[in-house]
């Protein structure tokens, strides 16, 4: 491996300094002592490397140690042998002399920096394991590879978030999972259902509908199987709607603007449900009878019953949301600017419903795939008997397969553009359309229809060799002389859906056929008219017209109140915070499977699959790891400094020791971008105080610490008057293990007090699958500095 090219500027003073490292923390470092930086550099450890070094060796001023009568103060580029020899460490910072003098080899310790000690990157194996090979959650990842991987010396105090687990961010809507998870292991199944309904009014329909690709991003997958999201999800939406009186509750207060949410699709439904949250009143209009969409209409019973979106919508109207169905919008209705006069603000959420045409002769014979999936959820439609042919290879085909299916058909076969591998469907459903008989002829196109006397006989079909051009652009290139013909008694068109914004009006902006909105207000060319779901982004899912209609009812909260933008949620806690692990999550373990009808049971009008039950739920709850970086803090002057209460100084502030670290990205300090550390300062200890440090490693020439102990105590009448303990290499921050410090004082410091001692340390900790030995290292260490508190305290 070859280290990449960079530029060198020595910096000729701090303000320089800062003003050149302002920039990207991946496009430009600050070179301190370099023993640090110059490994990560050879190894090229990141995607990129910064292109320009800045030498703060050359900074004058920083490398001065000074005692005062309220402390010391330690520039930031004096060396750790420095810090290790000076008088005044030795006699009275005992703990800072003895933490500085652990660190690595004399070598290293001659060149490296007291800031560069406390500011070093993570020194997880995965997170520098050469080339980039595991690209972790502290470098812009999704996984944290030691959680269910090598993990030895890792974290047994907790993970730390890194900007979102992996299963949120594949989630269109930004679910929290992790802390739905959490409330449930703890049996707060109100607060689990509380936490999902923050960003989905509808759980209950994603439970049963959603294509789960937060179970794709499931830390699990690469250790044994995913959690199972979905399920856990449909659970706690079904006990939402069985108390829905608790969950679905007018809001206290009212602001008096009204809204009308056009369309009662999952889009329009959750924009209603934020609204109306926010206190504003809300009326939702729909041409058709039922509220509900596509759920009520488009997707069969058999995978989402019609009872469910139904009961959304009672809650919904139980929270005091309006609903006016069979009022048609547009020509022969009320008109949109109509509306706007009316209301302080619209939505518009009307989704995907005009049949994408063909253009082919005959074309009229086709059957909808749409209309047919309407009228086999109302028991309109019947196939028995007859040959169907699908044309279309979606999960809406699917549906309009499977369903001819169960209404009897004789045979059922779905021709498609795309290669069996390409198929566009997701895969359980091609699975079930396999398992039902539907017979599948991928990369076959429509040629012709084919008709006698008016009545449909089949298609002509016409062989597809290529479905998009080398710029991914639907583009179908068919072999004319490779052609097919399939008799049926019913071909059914199932090709996609496109908008219908007619009712609109011209004055509303359009772009490819669909309505144009702000991507982050999802306003619209009318003001006070804003739109979202597939009206807006084309075909996607029902989560993310979920999200789409939250982020709206969000925009339009905005736009009549005035308050600014808030983010929407991406994690508990931010950056940096503590997560509680789940130590049975590392054992290895199977999905809990969902139950299924069999197959000669299963009928159109009947779900597939019950819900699982409660303890089945609760026991995928525990499979949850609560995924975060589960890296230490590997720097031996950091829990040094915590125990002494030391102060960091920087270009901008002063930050106590306590505060300073934390998980960042590529960082274990709080840091910002160009904001340096120029001195440490060490309050005087108060008199007649024994400071130790304890430092647990493999090579003790070299090592980085295991576990260490650092340790300020005062003596009074031979018992402990006061305490400071921060234990370090244990969690990704060092830790100040205050229920310790209280139980010490006024004890004399004999073997059962240290005993004790250690065992408070250890409550709540969390080992990992292979670091279980880390909490006696902390139990022998601490007992070792609780003994000596009385004498000098020894490295071990």
Not at 118 to 130: A, S
Not at 248 to 269: I, Q
Not at 507 to 517: E, N, P, T, Y
Request: charged share 25%; hydrophobic share 40%; glycine share 12%.
């Amino acid at each position: 491996m070859a280290m990449r090219g960079f530029a060198y500027k020595r910096a000729g003073s701090v303000k320089e300094a800062a003003a050149l490292l302002a920039g990207d923390p991946g496009k430009v470092a600050a070179l301190a002592g370099g023993t640090d930086l110059f490994g990560t550099l050879k190894d090229n450890i990141h995607p990129v490397g910064p292109g320009l070094l800045v030498d703060l060796k050359s900074i004058p001023g920083m490398r001065a140690i000074k005692e005062g009568k309220k402390g010391l103060s330690i520039g930031a580029l004096a060396t750790l042998s420095e810090v290790a020899a000076h008088p005044a460490a030795q006699a009275e910072y005992p703990l800072l002399a003895q933490a500085a003098r652990a660190v690595a080899s004399p070598q290293i310790r001659n060149m490296g920096t007291v800031a560069g000690n406390l500011c070093q990157e993570p020194r997880c194996w995965y997170y520098r394991t050469p080339d980039n090979r595991f690209h972790c959650l502290r470098k812009g990842g999704d996984v944290c590879g030691a959680m269910f991987g090598e993990n030895r010396y890792h974290s047994i105090f907790g993970a730390s978030r890194m900007a979102g687990s992996p299963c949120s961010h594949a989630c269109p809507n930004a679910t929290e999972i992790p802390a739905v998870m959490s409330a449930l292991r703890q049996g707060d199944l109100a607060g689990a259902a509380r936490k999902l309904l923050e960003v989905n009014p509808m759980p209950a329909v994603t439970g049963r509908v959603c294509p789960h690709a937060c179970e794709g991003g499931c830390g699990r997958t690469g250790h044994d199987e995913a959690v199972s999201i979905r399920e856990v999800e449909r659970f706690l939406g079904d006990f939402c709607l069985e108390h829905a009186e608790e969950f679905y509750r007018a809001p206290r207060n009212s602001t008096r603007k009204r809204v009308a949410v056009v369309g009662a699709g999952p889009a329009g439904l959750s924009a209603a449900y934020f609204l109306r949250k926010a206190g504003h009143r809300v009326t939702v209009l729909d041409r058709l009878p039922v509220a509900g969409g596509m759920l009520a209409y488009g997707i069969p019973s058999y995978r989402l019953p019609k009872e469910i979106p139904a009961r959304v919508a009672a809650a919904l109207e139980r929270m005091g949301v309006e609903f006016e169905l069979g009022a048609e919008v547009g020509a022969g209705g009320r008109t949109l600017a109509a509306l706007r006069r009316s209301f302080d603000a619209v939505f518009l959420g009307t989704g995907l419903w005009r049949t994408r045409s063909l253009g082919l002769d005959k074309e009229e014979l086709l059957g909808s795939g749409l209309r047919f999936l309407m009228d086999s959820k109302s028991g309109k439609a019947s196939c028995a008997g007859r040959q169907v042919l699908v044309i279309g290879g979606g999960s809406a085909a699917v549906d309009a397969a499977v369903s001819a299916l169960r209404q009897g058909a004789s045979g059922v076969s779905m021709a498609f553009l795309e290669s069996r591998a390409e198929m566009p469907a997701l895969p359980e459903d091609i699975e079930q359309a396999l398992r039902e008989g539907v017979e599948f002829l991928p990369s076959w196109g429509p040629l012709r229809v084919l008709e006698s006397g008016g009545k449909i006989q089949g298609m002509e079909l016409v062989r597809c060799t290529a479905v998009f051009d080398n710029e991914k652009r639907f583009r179908p290139v068919f072999d004319p002389v490779d052609t097919r013909t399939i008799e049926a008694d019913e071909v059914i068109l199932s090709i996609g859906l496109s908008a219908d914004l007619s009712y609109a009006g011209r004055a509303l902006k359009l772009g490819r056929g669909l309505a144009a909105a702000d991507e982050d207000s999802l306003a619209t060319s009318l003001k006070g008219v804003f739109a979202g779901g597939d009206a807006v982004s084309g075909p996607l899912t029902v989560v993310s017209a979920i999200a789409a209609g939250r982020k709206a009812g969000q925009a339009i909260d905005r736009f009549l109140s005035g308050r600014k933008a808030r983010t929407l949620p991406r994690g508990a806690g931010g950056p940096g915070s503590m997560l509680e692990f789940n130590a049975a999550a590392f054992e290895p373990s199977r999905r809990t499977p969902a139950p299924q009808t069999s197959p000669e049971g299963r009928k159109l009008d009947q779900e597939d699959r019950p819900t699982l039950d409660q303890a089945a739920i609760q026991e995928e709850a525990r499979r949850c790891a609560n995924c975060g970086c589960v890296a230490v803090n590997a720097s031996d002057m950091a829990p040094a400094l915590v125990a002494l209460d030391a102060r960091i100084k920087t270009t901008r502030r002063t930050i106590a020791a306590g505060d300073f670290f934390a998980s960042e990205p590529r960082r274990t300090t709080r840091l910002e971008p160009g904001e340096l550390v120029t001195e440490v300062f060490v309050p005087a200890p108060k008199p007649g105080s024994r400071q130790g440090f304890l430092k647990f490693r493999i090579r003790n020439a070299i090592d980085f610490p295991i576990v260490s102990v650092a340790s300020v105590f005062a003596m009074k009448g031979g018992r402990l008057r006061d305490a400071a303990i921060a234990l370090g290499a244990v969690a990704p921050s060092p830790v100040r293990v205050k229920a310790v410090e209280a139980f010490l004082k006024g004890r004399i410091p004999d073997e059962a007090t240290a005993a004790r001692a250690g065992d408070i340390a250890v409550q709540g900790c969390m080992p990992l699958g292979k670091n279980g030995f880390k909490v006696q290292l902390v139990r022998a260490l601490l007992r070792k500095a609780v003994l000596s508190a009385g004498s000098e305290a020894e490295s071990l």
